[in-house]
Structures are given as structure tokens and as C-alpha cells.
């Protein structure tokens, strides 16, 4: 049996002390992650341990809270690393950013950290399906910030299929992505207020049928949603939360 670790289930502001984007897969002995918010990264530490274990990452879009903690995973096995492989999947332009952001942090150490030794950063392309491991996983554009090349996506893991929306304003691709999953993670960051960029529970009352999965978590909360825990139906993720599939 398969399962899903919340690693981080908070927004960009980590809204009540909510670590940012992170979800862990896992397998038997085969992991991935999607996403890796700069401060998941001290939740990872504290509940994977060992990060030399960790297989995969899949990068849903170029904002901070959902990429900021690589450059901590890359200079972690920089100088504790044990030489196993570790593959990164993000959006076009996939190692610049990630090198660019490891070179402001660690100044002089940006080509290190992306050159190291049975490191693969690769860069997917919208609806163009990739395969890492045996696990396939279908890219899925979402609207959200065009800047950071937001994603939804599809994983294939096993017998099993599972949907991540990455942050999106509600649109028809959150329903492809969730179509036939065991298991959809739903961004919800507002409650009542409609933002752009980003989903509000009032459209989930209002279309959650069309989604058509098994278990619909919702994640990535702001404050509107901190504040109105006990109206919504749906399940809520939390930091450290057990998923089995
Ligand atoms: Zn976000
Ligand atoms: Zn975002």
C-alpha cells in the first residue's frame, strides 16, 4: 500500500504557522515528491531523515513556496550526499532557476549544486507526458501567475493515479487532472472571496461534483479558510498528515 505524506499544507505566508507546498509519495522503496516550499524543506528533514533516499521531485511552478527549499536539498547532499541518484522535474528553463536561485543563496555555489554527480534536472513540457522511474506523469497547464509556468499534475504511480492542481484559479483543466484519481490534491486557498490565481471554496460547493476522484484533499489555505474550518465539508489537509492509497 502506497502513501502520501503532508509535508507542508500552508500557502505562500505559511498561514497559521502552515509549512509551505510539499507532498511525499511512497511506495515500498519508491518515493517522489511534488513540490518543495523553501520551508518544507526543515519538515522534510524532520520526517523523511535521510534525504540521500529520496528518488524524484516534481516541480509544479517557479514560486518560492512551492520551489524554494531545493537549493537546502541540493546542498544537503552537496556535503552529506552518499552519491544516489535524484532526478528533478520542473517547468521550461528547469536548471537555470534552480541554479540561479542556489547561486543567490550560496553565493559562487549555483553550477555546484546543479552539476553534482547522478543529479538529472530535466524540464517537462505542457501535455507532453514524462516518465521517471516507471512513474508517468502528465503535465497539465493551470492559470495561475504566467511568470512561474504553473502546472497541474497527473502521476501514474503503480496501479495507481493521482492528481496534483499545483496553485490554480478554477478552470476546466483541474477537472481533467482530477479525472479517475485515487486521490486529488485541490489547492483552496480563499473561502468566499474570488482571487485570481487561486481556487475558492465557494466554487468547490458550487462544481466539487464535477471532480471526479476518490479523495478530495484540499491544501494551500490563507486566512479565509483558517477562519471558517468548521463550514467546510471536504477533507483538509494538515502538516504531517497520513494519506494511504
Ligand atoms: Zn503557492
Ligand atoms: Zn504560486
Request: net charge negative; aromatic share 10%.
Amino acid at each position: 500500500m502506497g502513501k502520501l505524506t503532508v509535508i507542508g499544507s500552508g500557502d505562500a505566508f505559511s498561514t497559521g504557522g502552515r509549512f509551505q507546498s510539499c507532498f511525499l509519495v511512497e511506495e515500498g522503496e519508491e518515493n517522489f515528491m511534488v513540490d518543495c516550499g523553501a520551508n518544507a524543506y526543515v519538515n522534510l528533514v524532520r520526517t523523511f531523515g535521510d534525504l540521500d533516499r529520496l528518488q524524484r521531485i516534481f516541480i509544479t511552478h517557479f514560486h518560492g513556496d512551492h520551489f524554494g527549499g531545493i537549493p537546502f536539498i541540493l546542498i544537503n547532499r552537496r556535503f552529506f550526499g552518499k552519491g544516489s541518484s535524484l532526478e528533478i522535474w520542473a517547468p521550461m528553463g528547469a536548471k537555470k532557476r534552480i541554479r540561479d536561485l542556489g547561486e543567490a543563496l550560496y553565493p559562487g555555489l549555483g553550477d555546484e549544486l546543479v552539476d553534482q554527480h547522478g543529479l538529472f534536472i530535466r524540464e517537462y513540457e505542457s501535455e507532453i507526458e514524462f516518465e521517471s522511474g516507471g512513474i508517468r506523469v502528465w503535465p497539465v497547464p493551470v492559470v495561475h501567475a504566467p511568470d512561474s509556468i504553473p502546472h497541474g499534475l497527473r502521476v501514474n504511480f503503480g496501479e495507481k493515479t493521482m492528481g496534483f492542481s499545483g496553485d490554480t484559479e478554477w478552470n476546466s483543466n483541474i477537472l481533467r487532472i482530477a479525472e479517475g484519481t485515487e486521490l486529488m490534491m485541490l489547492e483552496c486557498n480563499n473561502f468566499s472571496s474570488i482571487r485570481p490565481g487561486h481556487v475558492t471554496y465557494s466554487q468547490i460547493e458550487e462544481r466539487g461534483a464535477e471532480i471526479r476522484t476518490e479523495n478530495l484533499v484540499l491544501n494551500h489555505f490563507g486566512e479565509e479558510m483558517l477562519s471558517n474550518l468548521e463550514k467546510v465539508k471536504e477533507n483538509m489537509a494538515e502538516d504531517g498528515m497520513e494519506l494511504f492509497f
